[in-house]
């Protein structure tokens, strides 16, 4: 050995605590993407008590029945349906979407948010100016709360909700997709009208 080749043996040596070969054990894994191990419940659970215990809002809905506002909402189901679910009303599973950051297309589509987020009149002279009620400028400023609640937050919690539930329905159509793919590639080319 030369010089150089033994002083980095030396070195070796020292930082292993004397072992000859360092050996790094390697866990089996499949795919490069980490796998949270909590269930889909657990996870929702999680993310309606962060938003709790950040805002501290007011709802009448214990945590299960944000987590139904949260699935009704992804379903499609519109206020109505799911308070009728929850035996609650229409405008307390709104406020509850608002305060779980769940802004649909269609909670303000009529009055352009950024136009009323800032100004300071009231709700009757705004209701006038943009031809609806008093009510629905109320609505449309709460819609315009949770949106500025949801970007403060960096949209966290309902990129959260979007990877629990959006990818939970997007896995279950692509599965369906599949099954369906496969049965029509092992049935292509068959006789399907056929007299005995």
């Given at each position: 050995m030369n010089d150089k080749t033994e002083e980095l043996r030396d070195i070796f040596t020292d930082v292993t605590d004397g072992e000859e070969t360092i050996t790094e054990s390697q866990e089996d894994t499949r795919g490069s993407l980490e796998r949270d191990e909590r269930s889909d419940d657990e996870r929702l659970e999680s993310v309606v008590t962060q938003l709790r215990e950040?805002?501290?809002?007011?709802?009448?809905?214990?945590?299960?029945?944000?987590?139904?506002?949260?699935?009704?909402?992804?379903?499609?189901?519109?206020?109505?349906?799911?308070?009728?679910?929850?035996?609650?009303?229409?405008?307390?599973?709104?406020?509850?979407?608002?305060?779980?950051?769940?802004?649909?297309?269609?909670?303000?589509?009529?009055?352009?948010?950024?136009?009323?987020?800032?100004?300071?009149?009231?709700?009757?002279?705004?209701?006038?100016?943009?031809?609806?009620?008093?009510?629905?400028?109320?609505?449309?400023?709460?819609?315009a709360a949770a949106k500025d609640e949801s970007r403060a937050a960096n949209d966290r919690y309902r990129e959260e909700f979007d990877s629990i539930l959006a990818d939970a329905d997007l896995s279950a159509q692509m599965a369906t997709d599949v099954r369906e793919d496969g049965l029509e590639d092992a049935t292509e080319g068959m006789e399907t009208d056929v007299d005995f």
């Amino acid at each position: 050995m030369n010089d150089k080749t033994e002083e980095l043996r030396d070195i070796f040596t020292d930082v292993t605590d004397g072992e000859e070969t360092i050996t790094e054990s390697q866990e089996d894994t499949r795919g490069s993407l980490e796998r949270d191990e909590r269930s889909d419940d657990e996870r929702l659970e999680s993310v309606v008590t962060q938003l709790r215990e950040r805002y501290e809002f007011e709802t009448p809905f214990e945590d299960e029945e944000l987590i139904a506002v949260a699935n009704g909402f992804y379903d499609g189901r519109d206020d109505a349906t799911i308070a009728a679910d929850l035996g609650s009303d229409a405008e307390t599973v709104f406020e509850a979407r608002m305060a779980l950051h769940l802004v649909g297309e269609g909670d303000a589509d009529e009055v352009d948010l950024v136009a009323i987020r800032d100004r300071e009149e009231d709700d009757e002279t705004l209701a006038e100016e943009y031809d609806v009620t008093a009510a629905e400028i109320r609505r449309f400023r709460r819609v315009a709360a949770a949106k500025d609640e949801s970007r403060a937050a960096n949209d966290r919690y309902r990129e959260e909700f979007d990877s629990i539930l959006a990818d939970a329905d997007l896995s279950a159509q692509m599965a369906t997709d599949v099954r369906e793919d496969g049965l029509e590639d092992a049935t292509e080319g068959m006789e399907t009208d056929v007299d005995f």
